[in-house]
């Protein structure tokens, strides 16, 4: 089972910022996971929340920032005074340190009220083929199925997963339908037969955010392939491998 930075290592540097990729690095890992967002004009941001206060010295919607505002903003002090220069990254920045660093990144679309999701799928598939991202280091997810929808004409050739709190009835008939590698579902909901049928019918099953080994010590038993965990040193330290 992989184990996943989630916003990078999000307990151990601000989340979705370098510092956390570089954290993740340190700590042998082979994924992260990131959200993603549009600014105002249009440029691809690493952050999740719909506004900026939480994690930065900023205040607003985000999509009211053009990428000139949004740069100065302090993504560090919040989380500790040390990481004052951190700044809120542009997707491609982020995905350009992570090929440096050999880092593999799932890519979370994230959509709010009054988002448009085919435009923030359009620039991040025009990124991907402008830099030349390697298709196999990169797992698109969302919790917006038109997202995945989107992207399944536009990156056919990126695995894409489907976010889920609980898994619904018709799980299968989803990921058919949108052509899904996994299914990414909140861990804490998750039944060993849930599981077994997802791994029966061919797909990957992905967990957030689990930040708790025992809480999931029987997870790779089960078949989970991955999982999002804000604490991967503590794993580490009770000896599970990074995978
Ligand atoms: O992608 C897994 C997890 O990140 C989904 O929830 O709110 O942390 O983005 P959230
Ligand atoms: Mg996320």
Redesign the pocket.
């Known amino acids: 089972m992989i184990l996943c930075g989630?916003r990078g290592v999000a307990s151990l540097a601000p989340e979705n910022t370098l510092a956390g990729l570089r954290k993740a690095a340190e700590l042998g890992l082979s994924w992260v996971?990131i959200?993603v967002q549009l600014t105002k004009d249009e440029k691809v941001v690493v952050i999740?929340d719909e506004k900026v206060n939480r994690c930065s010295d900023g205040k607003g919607k985000l999509r009211k920032y053009a990428w000139d505002e949004l740069r100065k903003l302090d993504a560090g002090s919040w989380f500790d005074p040390a990481f004052a220069q951190e700044r809120i990254p542009k997707l491609k920045d982020y995905l350009a340190l992570a090929r440096e660093l050999g880092i593999r990144v799932?890519v979370?679309l994230k959509v709010y009220d009054k988002d448009d999701a085919g435009r923030l799928c359009r620039k991040v598939s025009k990124l991907i083929d402008k830099h030349g991202v390697d298709k196999d280091s990169l797992l698109f997810?969302s919790f917006d199925p038109d997202c995945l929808r989107y992207l399944q004409v536009l990156q056919p050739e990126v695995p894409r997963g489907l976010?889920v709190e609980h898994i619904p009835d018709d799980w299968q008939q989803q990921l058919e339908q949108l052509e899904c590698a996994a299914l990414?579902c909140n861990y804490r909901y998750l039944s060993r037969e849930q599981a077994e049928a997802v791994k029966a019918a061919g797909y990957r099953l992905h967990c957030?955010?689990a930040n708790t080994p025992d809480k999931v010590k029987d997870f790779p038993a089960w078949g989970v392939d991955m999982l999002?965990t804000d604490k991967p040193q503590d794993y580490l330290d009770a000896g599970w491998s990074a995978g």
């Open positions: 989630h996971e959200d999740h799932n979370e997810s976010l990414h957030y955010t999002f």
